[in-house]
Nanobody
Framework: QVQLVESGGGVVQAGGSLRLSCAASGSIFSINTMGWFRQAPGKQRELVAVITTGGSTNYAESLKGRFTISRDNAKNTVYLQMNSLKPEDTADYYC?????????????WGQGTQVTVSS
């Protein structure tokens, strides 16, 4: 089992910045992917960004240039730096931890942290 603890959400004015953190603990498989997804009210959960243990990243195209994902493998922690925030970035942000072992995919989700961007 993997436990994920997210932090850093809150209320910010448009144009502001926030930094989200997600720390993983438990049975951590050394080769994994951590990332962030978000879900706005009435919408489906969507990819924000993911990063592998080796540092490869994948971003939602619309967020490139404003959001930056990074990780500290020694701390099993992933970060999301969000700049130039817009009201449409308002959503619950969820951390996801994924690894593959013996042909099986294992996916764990955090409880979510709320981000509200006021206009």
């Amino acid at each position: 089992q993997v436990q994920l603890v997210e932090s850093g959400g809150g209320v910010v004015q448009a144009g502001g910045s926030l930094r989200l953190s997600c720390a993983a603990s438990g049975s951590i498989f050394s080769i994994n992917t951590m990332g962030w997804f978000r879900q706005a009210p009435g919408k489906q959960r969507e990819l924000v960004a993911v990063i592998t243990t080796g540092g490869s990243t994948n971003y939602a195209e619309s967020l490139k240039g404003r959001f930056t994902i990074s990780r500290d493998n020694a701390k099993n922690t992933v970060y999301l730096q969000m700049n130039s925030l817009k009201p449409e970035d308002t959503a619950d942000y969820y951390c996801r931890f994924t690894y593959y072992r013996l042909g099986n995919e294992y996916v764990y989700w955090g409880q979510g942290t709320q981000v509200t961007v006021s206009s």
